[in-house]
């Protein structure tokens, strides 16, 4: 009953549009491209650099494109998060601060959205769907994913909605199927 009335409070916050100052998601202006990649990668992680331009960066390894991202998501999170050697200490770059860590260890753990996706709501089954929500424990580590379904309820005064549905994501969802 504590994770569902959690759950509630969560999904009504991210209905109301309260936003993390970096968004786990690769697109957007406050996510993980413009925030972590633009800022401390792309100098030398471009697909539009060659050669010392790169500063030793290898030709196959760039984060300008969602794909490229995906394809290099986990090794960004090992190298920049857990090693902490990226960016290289000899770059001239700024090392990634705690938040930029937090919301690249949150990016992997949901699957390495893209985008947020809407929620829609259906006024012929009156049912809000929010199709991913997350839960982070102290620490900042999302701990819970989920999808999460409410239905309006009958009240003339005000607008509520009662949670109906909620569906965790799986670990092993790929990322396509994860789409925040």
């Given amino acids: 009953m504590q994770t569902k009335n959690l759950l509630v409070f969560i999904a009504s916050s991210f209905v109301m549009g309260q936003a993390l100052a970096i968004e786990p998601v690769y697109e957007g202006d406050d996510g993980i491209r413009a925030k972590v990649f633009a800022t401390n990668c792309l100098a030398c992680h471009s ?97 819970l994913g989920g999808s999460v379904k409410f239905e309006l309820l009958s009240n003339p005064s005000q607008i509520q909605f009662g949670l109906t549905d909620f569906q965790e994501l799986e670990e092993s969802e790929p990322a396509e199927h994860v789409h925040m």
Wanted: proline share 8%; net charge negative.
């Fill in 47 to 143: 697909s539009e650099l060659t050669g010392g331009s790169r500063n030793g960066a290898p030709s196959n390894v760039d984060f300008d494109t969602y794909a490229e991202a995906v394809a290099h998501g986990m090794q960004a999170v090992n190298r920049a998060v857990m090693l902490g050697n990226m960016p290289p200490s000899f770059s001239p770059l700024p090392e990634l601060d705690d938040e930029q860590k937090q919301a690249l260890k949150n990016w992997q753990a949901l699957g390495f959205p893209e985008k947020h996706l809407p929620a829609i709501f259906s006024a012929n089954t009156a049912e809000l769907v929010v199709p991913a929500i997350y839960v982070k424990d102290a620490n900042g580590d999302i701990v």
